[in-house]
């Protein structure tokens, strides 16, 4: 299988990258991230993972673009639902890459997180893999949570404490007052 793999981050993409090698697949990866922000973190990121990439021999399809703003039009005033347009854009993106590039299937190194809704994800990423063809593949990554997270820290990459977009930053830091 010739697999087009979506990724978040190199801490995230330990584990998949693991279990589809194992299962015979001829990965490739993808960065296309537009809710990363500010800049700097997004930069942060896609160093880290061209030196993963580059150790383990991982070929990784990038683009020049980092369309934040119009992330953030289709988030505003719609900040609770976020998540939707957020794996809608990234898993519509990869769904085109993977067409283009004739991939049997993609996935997202979002099935990695314990902090993501599968359920969103997997019916977002059927619903693209019908609508523009190709195949989605779900597979529940986060039973190596752990592993990924200690490979990680030995090989002392940066690790990113907030999935990335500037509402997901607040949260981190803002916690609201009980009344």
Known sequence: MKTLLHICC???AIYPLRI?????????GLFYNPNIH???EYKK??????????????????????????????VVFREENRCRYCYYDRLNYTA???????FDRFTTTLLYSKFQDHALMKEIGESMGKEIGGY?????????????IETSKKLGMYRQQY?????????RY??????
């Open 10 to 12: 190199a801490p995230c």
């Open 163 to 171: 999935c990335g977009c500037i509402f997901s930053e607040k949260e």
């Open 136 to 148: 989605f593949y779900y597979e529940d990554f986060r039973d190596g949570w752990k592993e990924g």
């Open 20 to 28: 589809l090698r194992e299962q015979g697949d001829e990965v490739y």
């Open 38 to 40: 500010p800049y700097t």
């Open 96 to 102: 085109h890459v993977a067409k283009k590039g004739k």
């Open 45 to 74: 990121r896609y160093e880290t993972l061209e030196k993963y990439a580059g150790d383990v021999g991982l070929k990784v399809i990038t683009s020049d673009e980092y369309p934040m703003e119009e992330f953030l039009r289709n």
């Open 174 to 179: 803002f916690k609201k007052k009980n009344r």
